[in-house]
């Protein structure tokens, strides 16, 4: 195996070894920004600059200022000055794809980062590439069982379906992704973890995936103490390696962990570049770049790519430009709620504030109805409360009211699950059944 590897290895040097570099040499350093001249290159090709004659680092290009390229490295600014030289590659930046990443642990450029030998597969793809067209797009209309009620039930997920989960900080979003993981039917989880803590990733691997979810998952990390090229760099490395697995026939969920945290990066990546800072200081790369990112998701004859994707809501303002903008490119939205949260209840999904723009191609009308009205009665028992928590309804006077009231303890018992627990869909659409008869024998009792 080792031979291969070294035999792959060389194959890939031979042939960097062969094309023409130009090389240029290093002007200034500021910040995060690599500033070289002398080097004819182009948007989002890569460099080389060399900083000792046994150490390098490659960067990527990412704007121009005057008759200067702006590089930012794939690593540390550590050790790099003027006057270095700047070698252009001739190439975009490209990560190995292959069954070999089952089970492991990337860094934002693709390089193994879990402490196992280096990946050298015979196939390299480029990071940015277009989104299928609208004509190879295969409707969906097969659902994707999570193993969580809530969701299954009444906010279906379908194959090749971008759902986005929209939470404010400490509700419960990545203990609810890492229960997903667990219960999903899915062939391959990519999972992209961006801007999380070091610790964190950790526990997601020994304590929401464990040696059997991590058997078909690939990680693909790039922790908070990043450079934010990494950052910005880590989902459409994610997703390249999705489209890699989708490609061979599988069905695919990608997961990435926090959207929020990339736009940060591309903030900062922007304001460095001399963007114009539009709101909230996002860039407008920002806007154009995530379009992209998210239609590279979806269903096509060959596999699918569901996409789960966090939002980390600002200060809990659903309405936020990061928030806003997701929601209006994602099939769907699951909303979680910091009052549900400190209550106990978990999943904390605020069930009529979240919506499936598929639910009618994936569920069966019963299914629909059953969901109707669950959904019916959470709203009318809401607006309802306060009255009922005064003691000054009267029973009898709202009979929509009084049949909310007389169910909420059985739909409350559907919607709470405890992270370690997995719902089949058959017993989720089964209970379902249950909460209606539930609904309809005490009517009629009454």
């Known amino acids: ?93 490209q990560v190995p794809v292959g069954p070999s990443l089952l089970g492991r642990m990337v860094d934002g450029f693709g390089r193994a980062n879990d402490g196992k030998p280096e990946l050298f597969e015979k196939e390299w793809r480029g990071v940015h590439q277009s989104a299928p067209l609208p004509n190879e797009r295969v409707p969906i209309h097969e659902p994707l069982p999570t193993g969580v009620r809530a969701i299954d039930g009444l906010i279906p997920l379908g194959r090749g379906q971008r759902m986005g989960v929209f939470a404010g900080s400490g509700v419960g979003k990545s203990t609810l992704l890492g229960q997903v993981t667990r219960g999903t039917e899915a062939d391959v989880i990519v999972c992209c973890l961006v801007g999380e803590r070091g610790r964190e990733v950790q526990d997601f691997v020994q304590d929401v995936l464990g040696p059997e979810g991590l058997a078909r998952t690939v990680l693909v990390v790039a922790t908070s103490d990043r450079p934010p090229i990494e950052r910005l760099t880590a989902p459409f490395t994610a997703v390249t390696l999705a489209e890699y697995f989708r490609d061979q026939g599988k069905n695919v969920l990608l997961l990435m962990d926090s959207v929020t945290r990339y736009a940060a990066a591309a903030r900062e990546v922007g304001l460095a570049v001399g963007e114009p800072p539009t709101v909230r200081g996002l860039p407008p790369s920002f806007f154009a770049s995530v379009p992209q990112l998210i239609e590279r998701m979806g269903r096509t004859s060959k596999g699918s790519i569901t996409g789960l994707i966090s939002v980390l809501v600002d200060g809990d303002d659903p309405n936020e430009p990061v928030a806003d903008t997701m929601r209006g490119l994602l099939d769907g939205h699951i909303h979680l709620n910091r009052d549900l949260a400190q ?104």
Not at 41 to 70: H, K, M, N, W, Y
Request: glycine letters at 10%.
């Open 1 to 93: 195996m080792k031979r291969l590897l070294d035999l792959a290895r060389c194959q890939r040097l031979i042939q960097e070894g062969v094309r023409p570099h130009f090389r240029g040499s290093v002007s200034r350093v500021t910040g995060i920004l690599v500033e070289a001249r002398g080097i004819p290159v182009t948007l989002g090709s890569l460099c080389r600059i060399e900083i000792s004659p046994d150490q390098s680092v490659e960067a990527e290009v990412v704007g121009f200022r005057g008759g200067t390229t702006l590089l930012m490295p794939h690593g540390e600014l550590t050790g790099i000055g003027p006057e270095q030289s700047v070698y252009a590659l001739d190439r975009p930046f």
């Open 343 to 446: 209550a106990g209840h978990f999943p904390a999904i605020d069930v009529p504030a979240s919506l499936s723009r598929l639910a009618p191609n994936l569920s069966g009308p019963e299914q629909l109805a059953h969901a109707q009205a669950i959904r019916a009665d959470l709203v009318t028992y809401r607006e309802g409360k306060d009255l009922i928590e005064i003691g000054a309804y009267q029973p009898g006077s709202n009979p929509k009211l009084d049949r909310a009231i007389l169910r909420r303890p059985v739909i409350e018992a559907f919607l709470q699950q405890v992270p370690q627990e997995i719902t089949p869909l058959a017993e989720t659409r089964a209970m379902m059944q249950l909460v209606a008869q539930a609904g309809e024998s005490t009517e009629g009792a009454a």
